[in-house]
């Protein structure tokens, strides 16, 4: 690692670590969990270092943020198989249909409509499409940044796209091709 690589890493630590330790500890209500999962963060982002250009923008934040939330979520289900009764958690099983959200071509007023419920999706989901699409991650990058299957990352994308356009064809009036 270079010494740009250090002072990076130091600001990234500086700017970050308040955000991403409120981040674990709501998933894992506990302090030194927390903690270590945020350390298991940085580790993380240390290996894709040079996709950081800005170390003080919201898209960095944002990025931040989804790896230490599921790095929490990976602890907090590795503990959760030891312990059956650490915390509970909500998993919804979708309809599996093909989307054809790519097709869609997008008015100001479904982009609104398209963010409403972006911002209403489950969070693994919301994760997901914003690693493939707006940080442009390959789906094989994603599997590993957030420790999951490969398979894993292809389900999680198709049920994110098929609620977005379920969603985009019951209030907007959208009908697929």
């Not at 499409?129 to 940044?145: F, H, P, Q, V, W």
Request: with cysteine; net charge negative.
């Amino acid at each position: 690692m270079s010494v740009n690589d250090h002072e990076k890493l130091e600001e990234l630590y500086c700017n970050y670590k308040t955000v991403m330790l409120y981040t674990a500890y709501q998933v894992l209500k506990d302090q030194q969990l927390a903690e270590d999962a945020v350390q298991t963060a940085f580790l993380k982002v240390i290996c894709n270092l040079d996709k950081i250009t800005d170390t003080n923008c919201s898209r960095t934040r944002k990025y931040l943020v989804i790896i230490v939330r599921n790095v929490s979520i990976n602890l907090y289900n590795q503990i959760k198989t030891q312990s059956e009764t650490f915390l509970p958690q909500d998993f919804k099983n979708l309809a599996e249909k093909e989307p054809l959200l790519e097709d869609i071509v997008i008015s100001e007023e479904s982009l609104n409509q398209l963010l409403r419920n972006f911002a209403s999706l489950d969070k693994k989901y919301a994760d997901v499409l914003l690693l493939k699409y707006a940080y442009d991650y390959s789906e094989s990058d994603i599997a590993e940044l957030l420790d999951i299957s490969y398979e894993n990352v292809r389900v999680r994308l198709h049920r994110a796209k098929k609620k977005l356009w379920d969603e985009l064809e019951g209030s907007a009036g959208y009908e697929r091709a």
